[in-house]
């Protein structure tokens, strides 16, 4: 098995991950660091990849793969504090995540991305425009998530099918429920969207989250 380690941002190496080959790159990683390393994965027949990064690093990297069709690579999370992610993919942080993602078994996981291309890993939070309260009508699947006003729309995957879980802020010390699919859609006059701690420049009228039709390879 040849396994590489992408270090992103400078990250702490966890102890388990010091013997092994690593590239070093930006919190988010350079598509051209990604693509000099795949075909140093490609001459193996398992090839795997340990993203030791946040969230928005992983979703990078699988945004990536998904859009080069390379989702036969084993991926391994290692964030060193916990994130959305993490706890999404039940990962573990620091050394513990390194070990699971050193001597794990990939397993074929839902891959969530949206409208634009762009694969989610932690969570979404969805807005009105200038950080207003959310106006719109959201489903998720056949089921009403929320019509009217509210604080902001919220989504996240899952580990398991059928992948979408999203919920709405209503309050402050209001009960979220959540609701679980294959795909939550939003219509509204605007809005704006943080996927992963990144956010959006353009205000747009519709966002959608759903399962990509092939699965990704999560280490754990």
């Not at 919190?27 to 990064?53: H, K, N, Y």
């Not at 009960?175 to 294959?182: A, H, P, Q, V």
């Amino acid at each position: 098995m040849s396994t590489h380690v992408l270090r992103c941002d400078g990250a702490p190496v966890p102890i388990a991950l010091a013997a092994l080959p690593t590239t070093p790159t930006a919190a988010i990683p350079d598509l051209s660091v990604i693509d000099e390393l795949l075909p140093v994965l490609a001459a193996d027949s398992l090839p795997r990849l340990i993203v030791l990064g946040e969230d928005a690093a992983l979703a990078a990297v699988l945004t990536h793969l998904m859009k080069t069709e390379r989702l036969h690579v084993e991926i391994g999370y290692v964030p060193i504090d916990k994130t959305y992610g993490s706890r999404a993919y039940q990962t573990g942080t620091g050394n513990a995540a390194a070990k699971r993602a050193i001597d794990g078994r990939a397993t074929a996981t839902p891959l969530i991305r949206d409208d634009t291309g762009t694969v989610l890993v932690g969570r979404a939070t969805i807005t009105g425009v200038d950080g207003a309260k959310l106006e719109g009508e959201a489903y998720v699947d056949e089921n009403q998530l929320f019509s009217g006003i509210v604080t902001a729309m919220q989504v996240s995957p899952s580990l398991h099918l059928p992948g979408v879980r999203a919920t709405v802020k209503r309050g402050r010390f209001s009960r979220r429920i959540w609701l679980e699919g294959r795909a939550a859609q939003l219509g509204t006059p605007g809005a704006i969207v943080t996927r992963d701690g990144i956010r959006a420049e353009r205000t747009v009228p519709r966002s959608s989250f759903y399962r990509h039709h092939e699965t990704w390879l999560l280490v754990r």
